[in-house]
């Protein structure tokens, strides 16, 4: 699980009355352990009963009249919905928002969209059906059209991983997309990189978009020319590690000697294809992933990639949505990331070193 | 998605009527579409409904009443319970299910047990309470105490991956772990292996045990000793890679030139660290994998493994489900792996590459 590397909070909302949420965590317990120790509850100990009744009074704390009647018609569960299961990053941030929501007595009902803006809609409308008190969307195809779709609707919505909100009703937690990119690319320009490549997707196109923008800002902050040879995002496939592998020769001819790609899948695929063609990472290509997903610890070699926090956006997903079941509203969140140098980044090799390797050279040196 | 492997039924159920599942497998369309065309459903074509509805008398169907009076009463929904989302296996099982379940108009819900049987139970009573139509499980902890559980319930449940139903009540769709065991290790023996070890995992605690018996049924189908020092099961961790990267240095110690991993995850980690002690695959060491997940064949070299149809596991057991909620009762069913050999495998180096290699050499030579 990852550490907790603190929290920023961007986008301001107005000031509000002090919540359980602000409570919990001021004194380091959940929300739901607050709301139990002021009802006096007899699963919380006498001595963590009387620490929070206390703390209440110093902050001021009166209970919200909204959020008391709200209790009374939960059904406890909070429905997620997922652009899919099998990618590999949704799984440990399902895992956080479970973590919290079991602790304060939630169920959580996870649904995909299969990559389809219209089972996203369906699903979302089979949540509200269900009356689930909440929804947290992961990689969402409609983000931009919530705030017509959920006008009138009472259920609370998280989007993780979106950012700038069309409306104030609706709530995110995100890791920032293009200062991680920018992060990311910055690490290869130190190393001495000057032809450094992406690899982009076509089933994500806002985290696509950032994370392309990240790698132009970083490269143009460097003043290094935006090559397109350098930028490869094929059609063909939805499947990234496919991706990966297929870039790998156009990013060749286009003189790369470092590869920033869109997620570790993709690096996975990429790392499979210079190993299949007897390429040596990172002598011969520098790659760096994102994500951290758990395998990257154990490619061969293990790779360097930029960590997105995924348990802790998934709690802290889960905190947001039950301090505004508790009447508050809340400020957005941006988690983030963490630079991973594991052993796919080095020095770019030599000229001769290449030739050697059977690569071709850099067609100009943009320097 | 995997190809349809054929399917081999077992353990007998008593001979009933005709079902609309019986005459979609004939008609080649899904059940709900025979649903509406004896319905003369508006969105079924006149050539589909005409075609469905012959070929509904050819095969003598009635309709069948109690079926009838259940869909009055469905919701609709699907419940599914996974030990966790994180496993790398559950992805595209899920995907199989929601792919006959959106076609027939059911929404798919997905919870987890996190691995404990308390939760386990937590998550099936509050389907149940949800009135979920059915539900189908994964890699279930209490299979064993279903029975008693669902006693008195109606909610149909459908396991993937366990067979011997303690009762008639229980429907299940599985691989036979034991006889795809045994196909991986009697690769090995046929390339020539005799010290070959076997990495399991206590997290799943009967699917280890039935493949670890498929290896000890190998090894004594070839007059080779069980050696219990071969038999890594460490207690440490519950991570799969993690296993597999702390049980190379005792495979070596105990001799082993190849290894059976319990999954592909527990063959990354041992892939991982073979790397890291130089040693090469599959030159020093073979390995084998279990599942083929979707990274398998991107590994550094791809794996060799055993392939677990998942698409296709999630895909019957949804169709046994619709069989049930049509009335029917249909048979259990085994589907069959199939070895998929990649590029970890090969046959066992001399004695003397092994000394070059640094690697301990057999203690024992068993033939």
């Excluded at 009963?49 to 001021?60: F, T």
């Excluded at 990053?89 to 928002?97: A, L, N, S, T």
Aim: hydrophobic residues 40%; charged residues 25%; contains cysteine.
């Amino acid at each position: 699980m990852e550490q907790d590397h603190g929290v920023q909070s961007r986008s301001h909302s107005r000031p509000t009355a002090v919540s359980i949420y602000d409570i919990a965590r001021r004194a380091n317990v959940s929300p739901s352990t607050v709301s139990r120790a002021l009802e006096n509850h007899p699963r919380i100990g006498a001595e963590t009963r009387k620490r929070i009744q206390e703390l209440a009074r110093e902050m001021d704390y009166v209970p919200n009249a909204v959020a008391r009647s709200l209790i009374a018609n939960r059904t406890w569960t909070i429905g997620m919905v997922l652009a899919t299961i099998a990618d590999p990053f949704m799984g440990r941030v399902v895992e956080g928002v479970e973590h919290v929501a079991i602790e304060a007595g939630f169920n959580v009902f996870v649904s995909t969209s299969q990559n389809d803006p219209q089972r996203e809609i369906a699903v979302m409308k089979m949540l509200k059906q269900r009356r689930v008190d909440g929804i947290i969307v992961i990689a969402s195809h409609l983000f931009d059209q919530y705030p017509r779709l959920f006008y009138r609707s009472k259920t609370p919505v998280i989007v993780i991983n979106e950012q700038k909100p069309p409306s104030d009703a609706m709530h995110f937690v995100s890791v920032d997309d293009i200062r991680e990119a920018y992060r990311a690319v910055e690490h290869l320009l130190k190393l001495g990189h000057s032809r450094i490549g992406y690899i982009g997707v076509t089933n994500r196109p806002k985290s696509n978009q950032h994370r392309l923008q990240g790698y132009r800002e970083a490269l143009q902050a460097a003043s290094i020319p935006i090559d397109p040879a350098l930028i490869i995002v094929p059609e063909e496939t939805q499947d990234h590690m496919r991706i990966g592998e297929i870039s790998l020769e156009p990013l060749l001819t286009a003189g790369a000697t470092a590869v920033f790609c869109y997620n570790d899948a993709v690096a996975i695929g990429l790392l499979s294809a210079c190993s299949k063609r007897g390429l040596a990472v990172p002598e011969d290509l520098s790659i760096i992933g994102f994500d951290d997903i758990d395998i990257a610890a154990y490619t061969v070699p293990p790779l360097t990639t930029v960590r997105q926090p995924r348990f802790q956006l998934g709690q802290r997903a889960m905190l947001m949505l039950l301090a505004i079941l508790d009447g508050q509203e809340p400020e957005n969140e941006i988690v983030p990331g963490e630079l991973v140098i594991r052993q796919t980044t080095a020095r770019p090799a030599s000229d001769q070193a290449r030739r050697q390797a059977h690569i071709p050279l850099r067609p100009v040196d943009v320097r």
